[in-house]
């Protein structure tokens, strides 16, 4: 049977970076795969975080925007945040991501 989850395979991975992932894997007690993954995903994360949002990528355009409506547009930011957050919870506990 074909997986349908998407693998890659690491070439010339630094010897500090493999001295750490296997120390964390064995800190940890989860797979080298799944320490791999696991750093992977939060670097990812942080780096999701560290862009600027919609809204403040938009801040010169809409200053002229009334408060309530930019409320309005900061609240509906957040909550697609948080449903997507939520949905990536979902996909690794099904262990689909």
């Known amino acids: 049977m074909k997986s349908n989850v998407p693998q890659i395979t690491l070439r010339n991975l630094p010897e500090p970076v493999n001295r750490y992932l296997r120390k964390r894997a064995a800190q940890t007690g989860k797979s080298l795969n ?30 002229s925007m009334d408060d309530e409506t930019y409320e309005i547009l900061q609240r509906n ?4 945040k948080q449903w997507l957050r939520a949905q990536e919870a979902e996909l690794r506990a099904k262990g689909e991501l």
């Open 77 to 80: 930011e957040r909550e697609e």
């Open 34 to 63: 799944q320490t791999v993954i696991d750093e992977l995903s939060r670097s990812a994360q942080k780096e999701r975080e560290a862009q600027p949002t919609v809204l403040e990528t938009l801040q010169w355009f809409i200053g």
